[in-house]
């Protein structure tokens, strides 16, 4: 079965740091590009950042440029978001989602929950 | 950045009823090699989102014919056949032809009478 995991979510103070991390499965997780998308409470979609499959090309939302950093370890299976100087509206949850070959977004995870809160 | 706007934000259906939800874009979603990339997610409550249709009428594995997609350019709508109690949820067109970012529309609340 082909499988997202977020783990990594939690309750964090403005100004603070979390790491989430997306465990895949049933997929060869190295031939995909993947991305992170957000959904604050209530709300819409808002795509957070894309890595392409070897890791070589990376891209983010401006709202979390210079805070958010994306990476990969393809020999884990894992990619992962370093969120650093948190803020409110980033309160969220947060999913991994697979690229598919016509650059579509067609697995999502489950999501995990940040909160960003003193 | 291409923004998608949907209508209606909300849709009371009745059980076997049609619904009918629309999605526009800012500029044209054709690629160039002729391909479509627009998408419909549907999220029902306290679940992430589910890829419905792709390429603007294609169906994911599993999704009932009930779902069809259909439009070209800027204008895209999603039908249900006939309602179901398991339909209920938020419905949300995404475009994967300018990217980044890629960008979704608003959500659609289907809700039943």
């Known amino acids: 079965e082909v499988q997202l995991v977020e783990s990594g979510g939690g309750l964090v103070q403005p100004g603070g740091s979390l790491r989430l991390s997306c465990a895949a499965s049933g997929f060869s997780f190295s031939s995909y590009s993947m991305n992170w998308v957000r959904q604050a409470p209530g709300k819409g979609l808002e795509w957070v950042s894309y890595i392409i499959s070897s890791g070589a090309t990376i891209y983010y939302a401006e709202s979390v440029k210079g805070r958010f950093t994306i990476s990969r370890d393809n020999a884990k299976n894992s990619l992962y978001l370093q969120m650093n100087n948190l803020r409110a509206e980033d309160t969220a949850v947060y999913y991994c989602?697979?690229?598919?070959?016509?650059?579509?977004?067609?697995?999502w995870g489950q999501g995990t929950m940040v909160t960003v809160s003193s | 950045d291409v923004v998608m706007t949907q209508s209606p934000l909300s849709l009371p259906v009745t059980l076997g009823q049609p619904a009918s939800i629309s999605c526009r874009s800012s500029?044209?979603?054709?690629?160039?090699?002729?391909?479509?990339?627009l998408n419909w997610y549907q999220q029902r409550p306290g679940q992430s989102p589910r890829r419905l249709i792709y390429?603007?009428?294609k169906r994911d594995s599993g999704v009932p014919d009930r779902f069809s997609g259909s439009g070209s350019g800027t204008d895209f709508t999603l039908k249900i056949n006939r309602v179901e109690a398991e339909d209920v949820g938020v419905y949300f067109c995404m475009q994967g032809t300018h990217w980044p970012p890629w960008t979704f529309g608003q959500g659609t609340k289907v809700e039943i009478k």
């Open positions: 500029q044209s979603l054709v690629f160039s090699a002729g391909i479509t990339n």
């Open positions: 989602a697979r690229i598919s070959m016509d650059d579509a977004l067609d697995i």
């Open positions: 390429q603007v009428s």
